[in-house]
């Protein structure tokens, strides 16, 4: 999949948890010779040993949490760290139509697994 990737297209890599998303990312964006980031949340971030955790998180471009415990956890040690939490503030966004002038790319770390049934 890496070898498919052009280098010149891709301007970052995300991973959208801290365990094992993370180290693809970094590891992929090693190979392309890009920058790359990880969003943290809370029970993924207690699955990686701290030490690698401070490794991964220093060497990011980004860390983003969702939550302040995990901002804070982060922070420690000494990473930047994003908080972002989860939802859309409505007062402050509204829905305006799309206008792009080119296309969007995206590199998307992440598992493809049900973890929630919805009750509806």
Not at 65 to 90: M, P, Q, T
Not at 91 to 120: A, I, N, Q, Y
Request: hydrophobic share 45%.
């Amino acid at each position: 999949m890496i070898d498919a990737l052009d280098p010149l297209d891709t301007a970052g890599v995300h991973g959208y948890f801290a365990h094992t998303p993370a180290e693809v990312a970094s590891h992929v964006a090693g190979r392309l010779g890009v920058p790359y980031g990880f969003s943290v949340h809370a029970l993924d971030l207690r699955k990686v040993p701290a030490e690698v955790m401070d490794w991964r998180a220093g060497k990011a471009a980004c860390v983003i949490a969702c939550n302040r415990d995990a901002a804070a956890e982060i922070s420690r040690s000494g990473a930047k760290v994003k908080l972002i939490s989860h939802g859309v503030d409505i007062d402050r966004f509204h829905p305006t139509p799309l206008t792009l002038c080119e296309p969007v790319r995206l590199l998307v770390v992440g598992r493809l697994v049900e973890k929630k049934v919805s009750m509806f």
